[in-house]
């Protein structure tokens, strides 16, 4: 077993254990980035001067009517700017905008003594504008050819011979929605500056040192006089990894001009219209398998929707296209990517970032022609499960195929599927009016970022002279417990109890030029980085150890806090070890450093192996659906997710739960709506607050909800055996839709193929409900030679992403 894998005697991790700042959360006192406003004194406040058309040139802006409303005290313009008016990567996100990209776009913002002074400021900002024509929806700019970014293109084998020997060949098209990230936490950053002109901001970020960089690039400074920190965030899921660099600059900006604190929180509407979301996709396909329902060949075209600039959406199509083959072998695949630039914010990182976009189009895929070929759904998937030896289609050997064969058949004992299937089968004869179905799908999700610099982490580890330990590292606590499992990970190292440890907020100062907290990396990539710094204090203290015990360095062990040597009596305790060691002047402090080995990834040829291993996953979930409405209800779920061997099994079980009840929002309830009309607010999003955006909550959870992890499941190279467990969960919901589809399938004869929208709302299920019960009479099953139309709902007014659907799938039996 190799050394960052193995896990010492009693070891910390593994051991069930509460959220670290679970106490503060239930009670309140847990301190985010706005509430440090109350803690700071003569707070300026920041408003934006929003723009409520979809895009125009800016003609003129007069600011003057705001400087005359009280408490206004400057109006942040481009003319303030003193370094690169930019807040993106890419540099295509002016931060004072000449041109109005989007409806709700920002153009100017009004720092004021009060929040009302500055809004009151803002609304008295004059704009003159010419408007210009706009594209809202994907389906614009496929047929306007509106694209920007890179255009991947992954390919492996001869799709044209496997079309030719493929025993059916089908196509379709399939569109699907974003999803708001709705944190708890709005986005908010608190900037200060001291006397010597050094900046220290207070952001909710995922990604506190390209906040830094952004930052320092606004104002034209050096990376060393800005200091970023993340206390903690109240939610993130991706949407904190780009879009709050912005946000802190004009913080930082005004803290500059005016040498008085700024605080800048963006209230929950302005969140909504200003912030980016998940990637809606369109994708165009054609399928083929062999006689025996194994793919022979797949061929698709990706677009996602990446709004007015390219932020995240380059990687995020990038994965998408990674993940498309999900758990199945396609051995010739011609896959394309390309991204829609649209008058609508820039959409971002969303947990699985293009990933679940990915794989649900395979799963819609196997779900619709499963009927035609005459097979259950189950078995389908089940035939075309990765095998040794087989490769992804951009070239990385699956090295565990057997993990995805044993949750799906994990999944299915503890489900007890079987048994369930036979008396679904009886309820659905004898009720003709509801109708239930059991689904079972798996996930293959790859982890690691895809671009391989970012596999990278350092730590800071402090041991003081009473034998406390500070840890400090480069990861963002965002409520998924990663502080928690860094506590477990030093605590383990070390051999000292968990108390002993404290851990510091996350800042640019004690540990430099990290990666973002995302990529469901945070845990491997920061935990191995501070196991590296705790080992090398390990091996300081266990040579003092030695000269204490007088024995060998390599026989003594530290464990619960008391070092000994093996086969002795002889001990000694941790604060004295420590002690001693000061004395002796042996460095308690440790920087650890871990760099992702065996990665290597060639963008342009679409080629290599970009993770580090696969995280594997199933779920069968089981739903009753009423005929008359479309309403349903989940019955039951249950999962079996592959984490390795857990550094913490409560927080990973929290995070599976968590994960897949906010997948199952984004495929059945989460639909967003944009004016896609001619009219006066073309562009807006209709859909901007809770009471029209419907999340998941407790009337949506499933009514029996089992999370298992598997066991002895130990991942050779990562941290203590572990597996990352923030994104994949997510996908298992797919397993909900795709029983929404058999329920609906249900009302009508066997062997009909149903499409289902998405976000399968009630509404999107009833219209499938209709499609089953006309028995879609033109579909003559596996052996059809001739092309027919899955009519879909275009003449019953099924909407989805705001727009009518006309464009019914095409299949055809080859």
């Known amino acids: 077993m190799s050394q960052l894998s193995q896990r010492p005697e009693k070891p910390v991790v593994g051991v069930s254990m509460p959220h670290e700042s679970a106490n503060l959360h239930v009670t309140g006192t847990a301190l985010y980035t706005d509430d ?21 040139r800016i003609l003129e802006l007069r600011t003057e009517p705001a400087l005359a409303v009280p408490g206004v005290v400057r109006v942040l313009t481009v003319a303030d700017v003193p370094g690169v008016n930019d807040a993106g990567m890419k540099h ?29 400021g803002a609304a008295a900002v004059e704009v003159d504008l010419e408007e210009l024509p706009s594209i809202v929806t994907l389906k614009e700019a496929i047929a306007a050819e509106s694209f920007h970014g890179a255009r991947p293109l992954m390919a492996i084998g001869d799709v044209d011979a496997g079309f030719a020997d493929s025993a059916h060949v089908f196509s379709g098209e399939f569109q699907f929605s974003d999803q708001e990230h709705f944190y708890l936490e709005t986005h908010a950053a608190l900037a200060h500056i001291d006397e010597g002109g050094q900046l220290f901001i207070q952001s909710s970020t995922q990604h506190p040192s390209e906040t830094q960089e952004i930052v320092a690039h606004v104002l034209g400074l050096h990376s060393h006089e800005v200091t970023v920190q993340c206390l903690r965030m ?39 219209t200003m912030s980016g979301k998940r990637h809606g996709f369109h994708a165009n396909w054609k399928i083929g398998f062999d006689a025996d329902g194994r793919i022979r060949a797949l061929e698709a075209t990706l677009t996602s929707d990446g709004g007015w600039s390219l932020d995240l959406s380059e990687p995020v199509t990038a994965r998408a296209l990674c993940h498309i083959d999900n758990t199945y072998w396609i051995p010739n695949a011609r896959i394309a990517g390309r991204i829609a630039k649209t008058n609508k914010v820039s959409n971002t990182a969303f947990r699985g970032f293009g990933g679940p976009q990915g794989m649900l189009v395979i799963e819609d895929i196997l779900g619709r022609v499963a009927p035609l070929l ?28 057997e993990r995805i064969a044993a949750v799906w058949q994990q999944t299915l004992e503890n489900g007890g599927v079987a048994d369930r299937k036979r008396e679904i089968a009886a309820f659905n004869a004898a009720h003709p009016h509801t109708k239930r179905a059991l689904a079972v799908t798996g996930i293959k999700f790859g982890i690691s970022f895809n671009l391989t610099a970012f596999n990278q982490a350092g730590a800071l580890v402090l041991i003081y002279k009473d034998g406390s ?6 990861g963002t606590e965002m409520g998924q417990g990663l502080h928690t499992k860094m506590l477990q990970v030093a605590a383990t190292t070390l051999g000292i109890p968990l108390h002993k440890v404290r851990l510091a907020p996350t800042r640019t100062d004690k540990v430099p030029n990290t990666s973002a907290t995302a990529a469901s990396s945070g845990a491997d990539l920061n935990g191995a980085a501070v196991k590296n710094a705790c080992e090398q204090l390990r091996e300081r203290l266990l040579q003092v150890a030695a000269s204490q015990l007088g024995s060998n360095a390599s026989d003594v062990r530290i464990v619960e806090g008391v070092a000994r040597t093996l086969g002795s009596d002889k001990e000694l305790a941790w604060d004295d070890l420590v002690h001693t060691a000061y004395f002796q002047r042996v460095q308690l402090s440790a920087a650890g450093y871990y760099r992702t080995e065996g990665l290597h990834w060639d963008a342009k040829s679409f080629q290599g192996s970009p993770f580090k291993y696969f995280s594997h996953g199933a779920a069968a979930a089981e739903v009753e659906v009423d005929g008359f409405t479309g309403a349903y209800r989940i019955r039951r779920v249950d999962i079996v997710q592959d984490v390795g061997d857990s550094l913490s099994p409560m927080i990973d079980i929290g995070q599976v739960e968590g994960g897949f009840v906010q997948g199952a929002g984004w495929l059945t309830l989460e639909d967003m709506r944009w004016d896609a009309t001619d009219g006066p607010n073309r562009g807006r999003l209709l859909t901007q607050a809770a009471s029209t955006y419907k999340l998941p909550s407790f009337s949506e959870m499933p009514e029996e909800f089992n999370v298992t992890l ?21 996908m298992l919901a797919f397993s909900v839709r795709e029983a929404l589809r058999q329920a609906a399938a249900a009302f009508g004869p066997g062997g009909v193929s149903v499409e289902l929208a998405s976000p399968a709302t009630p509404e999107a299920v009833f219209w499938a409900i209709e499609e089953a019960r006309r028995g879609a009479a033109s579909q003559d099953g596996p052996d059809a030679r001739d092309e027919f139309a899955a009519v879909g709902q275009a003449s019953n007014g099924q909407t989805t992403n705001g727009q009518a659907r006309t464009d019914a799938a095409v299949l055809s039996g080859a």
């Open 36 to 56: 440090l406003v109350q803690r700071t004194k003569d707070v300026l406040h920041a408003y934006p001067v929003q723009v409520m058309k979809t895009h125009g």
């Open 92 to 120: 295509d996100e002016p931060l004072f905008p000449d041109m109005v990209m989007f409806h709700g776009h920002a153009v100017a913002w009004v720092l004021g003594e009060t929040l009302e002074a500055a809004r009151l």
């Open 234 to 272: 109240g939610g993130g899921f991706g949407g904190k990894e780009m879009q709050p660099h912005g946000f802190a600059a004009i913080a930082a900006l005004g803290a500059k001009l005016t040498g008085r604190p700024v605080r800048l929180r963006l209230n929950r509407t302005q969140d909504l």
């Open 374 to 401: 005459g097979l259950d759904p189950m078995e389908l998937r089940e035939r075309n499960f990765y095998q040794q030896g087989q490769t992804t289609p951009y070239g990385q050997p699956v090295l565990q195929p």
């Open 469 to 474: 330990v500070l840890i400090n590292h480069g």
């Open 710 to 730: 598997m066991e002895n499941a130990t991942e050779e190279g990562a941290v203590y055996g572990s597996k990352a467990v923030g994104e994949p969960p997510l």
